[in-house]
């Protein structure tokens, strides 16, 4: 795993790099257009990317596939992943960043066999890295990952929720009857999965993931002692890698819970 271990400080590395030189320059400047999903896109996605690509491919040889790229172009290098790819979303939470709120994220994740082995999430307003290599725990700015002690009882629980994709039935009992004790909707997937495993909030609910939005957050959560399932119940890596549900929590007991009281 030493060279996993190498890997990860370089592309932290690169990921602060680019949120120095590409990213933050550009807060609040650039203007932006809509993507056929209606999510958006501004230059700084694109010239990111790019400076991703590049730092990525001298750290290390693999295929690159990012947010900003074509389905076709995405779904040619997964093709291509048992020998190992990154995985890049530039910036997510571009609403947040067009619109002044300083909560978006550079996502940056190594496959291998179809599974994330390396991951990072970088947020270049709070300059704040989160990070996991497979089988070696999580950890933030050098601090291991939870940050602090998660309560035992759902009742208790500070709840990540983003309520599209997830049927108009749920969303009404998550709105008005909701087992936990607050709710938050941040805007970034990717800083989502980081918040729980910091113990920031400690459950999560997701109607529909891209590859992107979950392949570091999901090892990060799960290598700092973290859980997480489809909406299902269902195994949260048997799902559409293009497409997935997250039901996640802090710790496995509360993931028990939290999946009790969802009813799968």
């Given at each position: 795993?030493?060279?996993?271990?190498?890997?990860?400080?370089?592309?932290?590395?690169?990921?602060?790099?680019?949120?120095?030189?590409e990213?933050?320059?550009?807060?609040?400047?650039?203007?932006?257009?809509?993507?056929?999903d209606?999510?958006?896109?501004?230059?700084?996605?694109i010239a990111?990317q790019?400076a991703?690509?590049r730092?990525?491919?001298?750290?290390?040889?693999?295929p690159?596939?990012?947010?900003?790229m074509t389905?076709?172009?995405?779904?040619?290098?997964w093709?291509?992943?048992?020998?190992g790819?990154?995985c890049?979303?530039?910036i997510?939470?571009t609403?947040?960043?067009v619109?002044?709120l300083p909560?978006?994220?550079?996502?940056?994740?190594?496959?291998?066999?179809?599974?994330?082995?390396?991951?990072?999430?970088?947020?270049?307003s709070?300059?704040?890295?989160?990070?996991?290599?497979?089988?070696?725990?999580?950890?933030?700015n050098?601090e291991r990952?939870?940050?602090?002690?998660?309560?035992?009882?759902?009742?208790?629980?500070?709840?990540?929720i983003e309520?599209?994709?997830?049927d108009?039935?749920l969303a009404?009992?998550?709105?008005?009857?909701?087992?936990?004790s607050s709710?938050?909707?941040?805007g970034?997937?990717?800083?989502?999965?980081?918040?729980?495993?910091?113990?920031?909030?400690?459950?999560?609910?997701?109607?529909g993931?891209k590859?992107?939005?979950?392949?570091?957050?999901?090892?990060?959560?799960?290598?700092?002692?973290?859980?997480?399932?489809?909406?299902?119940?269902s195994?949260f890596?048997?799902e559409?890698?293009?497409?997935?549900?997250?039901?996640?929590?802090l710790?496995?007991?509360l993931?028990r819970?939290?999946?009790?009281?969802?009813?799968?």
């Amino acid at each position: 795993m030493a060279d996993l271990n190498l890997l990860v400080e370089q592309v932290i590395a690169a990921c602060r790099m680019v949120g120095r030189e590409e990213i933050m320059p550009r807060y609040m400047k650039v203007a932006h257009e809509r993507k056929v999903d209606g999510s958006l896109l501004t230059e700084a996605d694109i010239a990111a990317q790019a400076a991703l690509f590049r730092h990525l491919r001298e750290i290390a040889p693999y295929p690159v596939l990012g947010e900003e790229m074509t389905e076709a172009e995405q779904h040619e290098v997964w093709g291509l992943g048992d020998d190992g790819f990154w995985c890049v979303d530039p910036i997510d939470g571009t609403s947040n960043f067009v619109n002044g709120l300083p909560f978006f994220a550079i996502s940056v994740a190594l496959i291998r066999n179809r599974k994330s082995v390396l991951g990072v999430v970088y947020d270049p307003s709070a300059d704040e890295a989160f990070y996991a290599v497979e089988g070696q725990g999580a950890f933030m700015n050098g601090e291991r990952l939870p940050l602090k002690t998660p309560p035992t009882d759902l009742s208790r629980c500070m709840a990540g929720i983003e309520l599209k994709r997830i049927d108009r039935t749920l969303a009404g009992r998550l709105a008005f009857e909701h087992p936990f004790s607050s709710q938050r909707n941040l805007g970034a997937s990717t800083l989502d999965w980081c918040y729980v495993a910091a113990g920031r909030m400690h459950v999560y609910l997701h109607g529909g993931q891209k590859l992107w939005d979950y392949a570091a957050g999901c090892l990060i959560l799960k290598e700092s002692g973290g859980a997480a399932c489809a909406l299902d119940g269902s195994d949260f890596r048997g799902e559409d890698p293009w497409s997935r549900s997250v039901l996640a929590a802090l710790t496995p007991d509360l993931l028990r819970q939290w999946k009790t009281w969802i009813g799968v």
